[in-house]
């Protein structure tokens, strides 16, 4: 039930780009995307509300495709700041609200 | 303006006791949410509060309760506490101007729960 990412872990060296993907066996109406540093609270990314939507914020985007239930982070150019593990997030509403966490994804930056 | 504030910010407990959690959300946000995050995982969903009603709730037992005040805030309550409470507890608030969903949530810190 948990969207599952991938991938699970990846290293980059600072200036390389990466793709995270987050799919959900169930339909997702929206997808949220969090990062969360080691010790640190989770911090929003953005939210994708419609099939197809695209967005981004500075040099990290994000498309959702509400057809193949899949959702997908881009982060360009990375950044030493980047590193941190990454979630994306989707509502369930069946009879009783619930929000779900995807199982994550650890991102680390090299010099 | 201040974030969510959550307290305490560390508890140590022996199985059996009971422990309340607080939350205080971002001034003028309405609905208060919780998780539970074991080290390693994502945060799991237990709770939304919307306006002082529960709007969802997710797996847990029923040892697990909650509710919000008129000022927003909320207590997170666990009864009869087991090992396998331990965990970081998040809260996070939103606006709650559709409700609570589809919304960009505001983590607190959180309030590391240990069970021995």
């Known amino acids: 039930q948990q969207p599952v990412q991938s991938p699970q872990a990846v290293i980059l060296r600072e200036g390389e780009d990466a793709v995270i993907n987050c799919s959900s066996s169930?339909?997702?109406?929206?997808v949220h995307w969090y990062r969360q540093k080691h010790g640190e609270a989770p911090i929003f990314l953005m939210i994708?509300?419609?099939?197809?939507e695209q967005k981004g914020h500075d040099k990290i985007s994000a498309s959702f495709n509400e057809k193949k239930q899949q959702s997908s982070l881009y982060l360009t150019a990375s950044q030493l700041s980047y590193s941190g593990t990454y979630f994306c997030?989707?509502?369930?509403?069946?009879?009783?609200?619930?929000?779900?966490f995807g199982t994550g994804t650890r991102l680390k930056v090299l010099a | 303006d201040a974030g969510v504030t959550q307290s305490p910010t560390h508890l140590i407990k022996t199985r059996g006791q009971h422990v309340t959690l607080r939350c205080s959300p971002i001034?003028?946000?309405?609905?208060v949410s919780w998780y539970q995050q074991v080290l390693g995982q994502g945060p799991q969903f237990i709770f939304q509060?919307?306006?002082?009603?529960?709007?969802g709730r997710g797996n847990f037992p029923d040892r697990f309760s909650a509710r919000q005040f008129p000022n927003y805030s909320s207590e997170l309550n666990v009864n009869a506490l087991l090992l396998g409470d331990s965990a970081l507890y998040l809260c996070?608030?939103?606006?709650?101007?559709?409700?609570?969903?589809?919304?960009?949530?505001?983590f607190g810190s959180g309030t590391q729960l240990s069970v021995l």
């Open positions: 997030g989707t509502e369930r509403n069946s009879g009783t609200y619930k929000y779900i």
């Open positions: 001034s003028g946000h309405k609905s």
């Open positions: 509060y919307y306006e002082k009603e529960e709007r």
């Open positions: 169930k339909a997702l109406y929206s």
């Open positions: 996070a608030s939103s606006l709650g101007e559709t409700a609570g969903v589809i919304e960009k949530l505001f």
């Open positions: 994708l509300l419609k099939g197809g």
